[in-house]
């Protein structure tokens, strides 16, 4: 069993995850099952949740408690917001971003795997590949979560049959490929009963991959963002020395480096860098970092200094994929703010060109408002032009919020380019 | 375009542990902070994670000072090894230090003690009084989403109305490393550069970054009663009654807070590897072993938070 470790954890690794399922697939068991076995669970949180079972007549605890937070849901008896967990195991720490599962809150999912490095999608093994399901991968692929792992489920219903599992497999392997999905990856589990979540089954020989916790422990980390171009939007100008200071999104920097500051493109020398009050000649993606040039002045937050060799295209014009995350609609013609990285922007949603059905992954040309949970492809037009990357070369450069300039409110996620292209 | 990825060589002194990762998102949530909103806070009480937050806003702006205050909202209910360390700490790092004191809402009658002598509930207005007094806009608080079960859905930026309070179901959604704090007028953003941390996270940082604590958080001999199956330390506040029966244990601090419902913990942990292993091994989360208020419901953290509280 899999316990919390110290030795290790201070130069352990951090992978982050989100969780999608259909309504009763068995997620918020799961999790709870993940929490519980992999001791996660405390005393005290164990007794509430069995006071809690108990209070609604239950015989015995229901893991699922475990996770459902808030009051309205607990009444409601579905999830209906991200909730993060937190755990740990011998040589990894764990985010996972608890995403519910209905077809109204595609947007949830987008929320959770727009930071995610893994997503884990749940089926019904009696119900296998469902529309849910596809539309659960498609944003998987849409957002680039780097691996994917299928949680099939509920193995004990259908006699733990070595068939069904091989049906569903096979099906899901091939909507992935469909989508461009580097790395996937099923295990058929029972999360009731804890087979294959933590200690491997033993009502399924047959299946000789790593349980569901052992793969979250396994996969390969390395996203390789250090092999990306540079990429440093400045956050703040810092009191005392004037460095702009940020945290770079991709790639590396080195003392000696020659880079651009964007949008201007006015050409510099890096000549120190900082990470956090400590002098380094050479500093990653992740890292925050202050810099100093050999230029003086003028560069400030909004700029990005980036790799003179590669660098992003500079616009006033985006074609983005959106997801629109607002209850109000967004229509063409509208003003919004488009925060991208550190920069804000003033444009026009010049176009509103299709629909992305997620479960078919066709477009169907539509230029209606959009309402929430839509993915549609749009075209921006800038007041002042942004230095930005396709979002499949560069997550983090290539990634767009569109807010309400009235009042502040959050509408859409864009994605720079074309959807999974 | 098309960037080749040639598979590149990472230096073992570009690795990053999950702690480097962690204090890496929490200073860029200070500085998306700092470059944002016009006048920030940070809430600043002494206690640990406080203290690994001050660390981190720190460090975010060297070689440069700390460009916002720091506030401690003083419950009157204080331990005095706490109040020491906060003014040393303010002394040490030229900070600006402002202060909202319960008592003097409780003198002048803007608010009643409770019957059960906990001041912990009534920081709430003295907390939105200040807020609107200084008209702060962003208040860094060094709430963990793995403390209780209301935060694991609380956002990074979360706003607060006028009233300064919380909606759970009005929350904008939080993308990528993408925040917005825009606010209405007259409210703010409370923000939690904190949020992924566990507490284990953050006794590793302060050994790894050897940030000094007031003394309470190591074990120590004091005179102790038993309230609720709970250590509390006798004072001002009115504890103990008369029933109750003071002794004198070796103890330590798991959080700091009101005197009269921070429980203490018997233990011998008496260095921060010690407290480290102790913690490891603990099978009762932070709140359960020294929150008397906690327990009232299991929902009481939720109405409170919805109230203003942090
Ligand atoms: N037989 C069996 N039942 C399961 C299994 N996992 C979950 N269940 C049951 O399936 C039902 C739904 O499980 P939940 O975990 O609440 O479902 P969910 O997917 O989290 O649903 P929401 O989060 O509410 O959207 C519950 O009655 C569970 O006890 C399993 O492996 N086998």
Redesign the pocket.
């Known amino acids: 069993m899999t316990t919390l470790s110290l030795d290790t954890a201070r130069d352990s690794e951090l992978l982050r995850l989100a969780t999608a399922?259909?309504?009763?697939?068995?997620?918020?068991?799961?999790v709870?099952r993940l929490l519980y076995d992999s001791k996660s669970v405390l005393a005290d949180q164990l007794e509430a949740v069995e006071s809690a079972s108990r209070a609604r007549g239950y015989g015995q605890a229901?893991l699922?408690l475990l996770t459902?937070g808030l009051r309205a849901e607990r009444e409601q008896?579905?999830?209906i917001d991200v909730a993060y967990r937190y755990f740990a195991t011998g040589n990894r720490r764990f985010i996972l971003a608890d995403t519910?599962?209905?077809v109204q809150y595609t947007r949830n999912m987008v929320t959770g795997a727009s930071t995610a490095h893994l997503a884990v999608i749940?089926v019904d093994a009696r119900h296998g590949v469902v529309t849910q399901t596809r539309r659960h991968t498609a944003v998987a692929a849409l957002l680039r979560t780097p691996h994917v792992v299928l949680a099939v489920?509920?193995?004990?219903?259908v006699d733990f049959a070595e068939e069904r599992f091989a049906e569903i497999d096979d099906e899901f392997r091939r909507l992935a490929g469909s989508l461009g999905i580097p790395d996937v990856r099923s295990i058929p589990?029972?999360?009731?009963?804890g087979d294959n979540v933590v200690d491997a089954s033993t009502e399924m020989p047959w299946y000789t991959g790593p349980t569901f916790l052992q793969h979250l422990e396994r996969v390969d980390l390395d996203e390789d963002l250090t092999a990306l171009p540079a990429r440093l939007p400045v956050q703040y100008v810092l009191p005392g020395n004037g460095a702009p200071a940020g945290q770079l999104v991709a790639g590396q920097l080195r003392v000696g480096q020659q880079v651009l500051v964007m949008p201007t493109g006015r050409p510099a020398v890096v000549t120190a860098i900082h990470r956090l009050g400590t002098p380094t000649e050479h500093a990653r993606a992740g890292m925050s970092i202050s810099v100093q040039l050999d230029v003086e002045g003028d560069v400030g937050r909004g700029d990005m200094i980036v790799a003179a060799d590669r660098i992003p295209t500079t616009t006033r014009q985006v074609s983005a994929t959106l997801c629109h995350v607002a209850e109000r609609r967004l229509a063409e013609g509208a003003r919004v703010l488009v925060q991208h990285q550190t920069r804000v922007v003033g444009g026009t949603v010049a176009s509103i060109v299709d629909r992305l059905d997620l479960a078919t992954v066709e477009h169907t040309p539509n230029s209606d408002p959009l309402a929430v949970n839509d993915i549609a492809s749009v075209v921006l037009d800038l007041d002042e032009p942004i230095a930005a990357d396709p979002y499949r070369l560069i997550r983090g450069t290539g990634s767009l919020l569109l807010i309400d300039p009235r009042d502040g409110a959050t509408l859409s996620a864009g994605l720079v380019g074309p959807a999974f292209r | 375009m098309a960037f080749t990825q040639t598979a590149s060589e990472t230096a073992p002194s570009l690795r990053m542990s999950y702690l480097d990762v962690l204090e890496a998102e929490a200073v860029h949530i200070i500085r998306e902070v700092a470059g944002t909103l016009e006048r920030p806070v940070l809430l600043f009480s002494g206690g640990k994670d406080s203290a690994v937050m001050l660390h981190l806003a720190r460090k975010a702006f060297l070689p440069g000072l700390l460009p916002f205050p720091v506030m401690h909202v003083d419950t009157g209910h204080n331990f005095p090894e706490v109040i020491e360390y906060r003014d040393k700490v303010v002394a040490e790092h030229q900070l600006t230090l402002r202060v909202a004191h319960v008592q003097d809402y409780i003198d002048d009658g803007r608010l009643t003690e409770r019957p059960d002598g906990s001041r912990n509930p009534l920081q709430t207005v003295p907390l939105l009084d200040a807020i609107g007094q200084h008209r702060f806009d962003a208040v860094f608080g060094g709430g963990r989403r793995d403390e209780e079960k209301a935060r694991a859905k609380e956002r990074v930026f979360s706003l607060r109305d006028e009233f300064g309070q919380w909606d759970p179901r009005q929350q904008r959604p939080e993308l990528w490393n993408l925040y917005n704090g825009r606010h209405d007028p007259g409210g703010h953003v409370r923000v939690f550069p904190l949020s992924n941390w566990t507490e284990l996270d953050v006794w590793h940082y302060i050994a790894r970054e050897e940030i000094p604590l007031p003394a309470i958080y190591f074990a120590h001999q004091r005179r102790v009663f038993l309230r609720n199956g709970m250590w509390l330390a006798p004072g001002e506040w009115g504890g103990p009654r008369r029933d109750e029966q003071v002794q004198e244990r070796t103890v330590r601090y798991r959080t700091v807070g009101d005197m009269s419902c921070t429980g203490a913990l018997v233990s011998e942990a008496a260095t921060i590897d010690e407290v480290i292993a102790e913690i490891s091994l603990s099978r009762i989360t932070e709140r359960g072993s020294s929150r008397a208020d906690d327990k009232l419901s299991d929902t009481a953290m939720e109405d409170r938070k919805r109230e203003g509280y942090f």
């Open positions: 399922g259909s309504v009763d697939d068995g997620k918020s068991t799961l709870g229901d699922a459902d008896g579905i999830t519910p599962g209905h749940l489920n509920k193995m004990d219903l589990l029972s999360a009731l009963r």
